[in-house]
T-cell receptor, first 114, second 119 residues
Framework: AQSVTQLGSHVSVSEGALVLLRCNYS??????LFWYVQYPNQGLQLLLK??????LVKGINGFEAEFKKSETSFHLTKPSAHMSDAAEYFC????????????FGTGTRLTIIP | GAVVSQHPSWVICKSGTSVKIECRSL??????MFWYRQFPKQSLMLMAT?????????EQGVEKDKFLINHASLTLSTLTVTSAHPEDSSFYIC???????????????FGPGTRLTVL
C-alpha cells in the first residue's frame, strides 16, 4: 500500500520568492511519484513525475522535484514564484509495477503575495 | 498531449433524480478510466476503475448500485448518480489512462471535472 503526506495545507510566498511544497511518501514497493496542479473548478494537470530514472525531475512551468529515498520525500520547488502559480497542488504515489492506482495527498494551497 | 473531456461541467438536480456524467478521451483510446470524487478543499478520492467492456471495480465504501459506471467504448465512460441526495453534491473528476505504454500509471490524463449540486 502507498500513501503520501503533504506538510502544510496552505503555503504563502511572495512573488519572486522560492516555492517549496513538501511531500513525504510511504510505499512498500518502489514508488512512482507525481505532482499535479489544480486551478479553481478545473481538473488536474500533471506538473512532473518520477518513474525511477533521474532523481531530480524537471516539470512544466519551471517546477522541479527531487526524489530522496533516504528521506522518503519528493518535495516540489520553483526558484521564483509567479502570480499565476497560485493554485492547489497535489502529490500522488503509485506502485511501479504498472496498471496501478494513484493515491493522492490532501493538497497544498499555494498563495502568491504581490 | 492527450485530452479528456467531461460533460456536463456543472449540473444542478433535484433530490431523488438521476444524473449522468460523461467522460471522453478525445484523441486516444482508453481501456481504463478512473472516477474520482472531490469534496471542497479536500483531495481526490478514487471511486472506481472503469474498464472497457467489463464491470467497473469499486473502491471500498462506494455503493456500486448508486454510482453506476458504464465503459461501453474505448473513448467513453459514464458515471450515473442514481437517486441523488444533497450529500452526493461534489466535484466529480474522471481520468483516462493511455494504453500500451511502457509505464502505464504515469499516463493518466484528467478531465476538467463536473460539479454536481443536488437540491
Amino acid at each position: 500500500a502507498q500513501s503520501v503526506t503533504q506538510l502544510g495545507s496552505h503555503v504563502s510566498v511572495s512573488e519572486g520568492a522560492l516555492v517549496l511544497l513538501r511531500c513525504n511518501y510511504s510505499s512498500s514497493v518502489p514508488p512512482y511519484l507525481f505532482w499535479y496542479v489544480q486551478y479553481p473548478n478545473q481538473g488536474l494537470q500533471l506538473l512532473l513525475k518520477y518513474t525511477s530514472a533521474a532523481t531530480l525531475v524537471k516539470g512544466i512551468n519551471g517546477f522541479e522535484a527531487e526524489f530522496k529515498k533516504s528521506e522518503t520525500s519528493f518535495h516540489l520547488t520553483k526558484p521564483s514564484a509567479h502570480m499565476s502559480d497560485a493554485a492547489e497542488y497535489f502529490c500522488a504515489v503509485s506502485g511501479s509495477f504498472g496498471n496501478e492506482k494513484l493515491t493522492f495527498g490532501t493538497g497544498t494551497r499555494l498563495t502568491i503575495i504581490p | 498531449g492527450a485530452v479528456v473531456s467531461q460533460h456536463p461541467s456543472w449540473v444542478i438536480c433535484k433530490s431523488g433524480t438521476s444524473v449522468k456524467i460523461e467522460c471522453r478521451s478525445l484523441d486516444f483510446q482508453a481501456t481504463t478510466m478512473f472516477w474520482y470524487r472531490q469534496f471542497p478543499k479536500q483531495s481526490l478520492m478514487l471511486m472506481a476503475t472503469s474498464n472497457e467492456g467489463s464491470k467497473a471495480t469499486y473502491e471500498q465504501g462506494v455503493e456500486k448500485d448508486k454510482f453506476l459506471i458504464n465503459h461501453a467504448s474505448l473513448t467513453l465512460s459514464t458515471l450515473t448518480v442514481t437517486s441523488a441526495h444533497p450529500e452526493d453534491s461534489s466535484f466529480y473528476i474522471c481520468s483516462a489512462r493511455v494504453p500500451w505504454s511502457g509505464s502505464s500509471t504515469d499516463t493518466q490524463y484528467f478531465g476538467p471535472g463536473t460539479r454536481l449540486t443536488v437540491l
